[in-house]
């Protein structure tokens, strides 16, 4: 979807898309899994219709003092074993902008001309909040290397840590922080849905939509934008000023139609947990029961 947005855009840099090798070739060399075949289907679409680079990648598994000699086996099924820092093993490109997903591109010639321009260093990252004192990995700006990419491995330890704190522990703030020189504020290159909650009466949607790059869809009571959650959970986390919420609610439903428009995926069910589904299964069970006996109560009086 982001890169559908950015042929769109007519953005000139290059596009990469990392994905796990196990879902290319098994281990006899031939595709095994049958569940992955939706996957494999849009890594053709965006190589065919979007221009991009598809690079498979191994799990990352770290060098470090906590990881070695353990002798456990890396599951590549897994979604933790793999990390960002591969982006570093790019060597081909000078810099690698990579934007956490789900989101909403809005225009991405401020993100082309962050690319293009801005200074040299191996990381540039957003802040993690306004102390500024850890980076975010919503947005990065990498040089990749050779250097950095060891030093990732050697930093990274035998019990899977999140890409946040690796990145937190090899690149320490402010020195890896995109710098308050830069020519583009950092707002205006990533929001979140998040923080449309915030905002007071005097929020300007124009001026908000018009001056944001790309925004990331994250709410933390919700669990994404794929799933279909229901109205209710909505209600309570949706911005209370009118202004927002018809920005957050344009938002959502922009990736709704996006994701059937360029995926041809509809929005996945949502179960808070096992308890709801028993539930639900519970109800099911008895508008079923009671659908019977009412059918069965008609048969005895036909006959």
Request: aromatic fraction near 10%; proline fraction near 7%; glycine fraction near 4%.
């Amino acid at each position: 979807m982001l890169f559908s947005a950015l042929h769109r855009q007519k953005s000139a840099p290059r596009r990469v898309l990392l994905f796990p090798k196990v879902w290319a070739v098994g281990a006899q060399g031939e595709v095994q899994d049958p569940d992955v075949e939706t996957s494999r289907r849009l890594l053709r679409k965006a190589a065919r219709r979007y221009r991009v680079l598809l690079v498979p990648v191994d799990p990352f598994v770290g060098t470090g003092t906590e990881g070695k000699g353990d002798g456990k086996e890396v599951d590549v099924d897994d979604p933790k074993a793999y990390s960002l820092a591969s982006m570093f093993a790019l060597a081909e490109f000078e810099r690698v902008l990579y934007l956490e997903p789900p989101g909403v591109l809005l225009d991405s010639s401020s993100l082309d001309a962050l690319l293009a321009f801005a200074p040299q260093q191996s990381v540039a990252a957003l802040p993690a909040d306004e102390m500024r004192e850890v980076v975010s990995t919503s947005l990065l700006l990498i040089r990749p290397s050779a250097r950095s990419f060891n030093h990732l491995l050697k930093a990274y330890p035998s019990h899977r840590q999140s890409d946040t704190d690796l990145f937190r522990h090899a690149f320490p703030a402010p020195g890896s922080l995109l710098s308050d020189t830069y020519f583009i504020s950092p707002d205006a290159l990533m929001a979140d849905t998040a923080s449309l909650t915030r905002f007071p009466e005097t929020f300007n949607a124009s001026s908000y939509l018009s001056s944001t790059a790309y925004v990331r869809i994250w709410d933390p009571e919700l669990p994404g934008p794929e799933y279909n959650i229901p109205y209710q959970d909505k209600l309570r986390v949706r911005p209370k000023v009118d202004a927002a919420r018809n920005v957050w609610d344009r938002i959502y439903e922009g990736f709704r139609q996006e994701r059937m428009e360029v995926c041809g995926l509809d929005l996945e069910t949502w179960r808070t947990s096992d308890e709801d589904v028993t539930s639900e299964e519970s109800e099911v069970v008895d508008v079923v029961q009671d659908n019977v006996d009412v059918f069965v109560d008609e048969v005895h009086m036909v006959k």
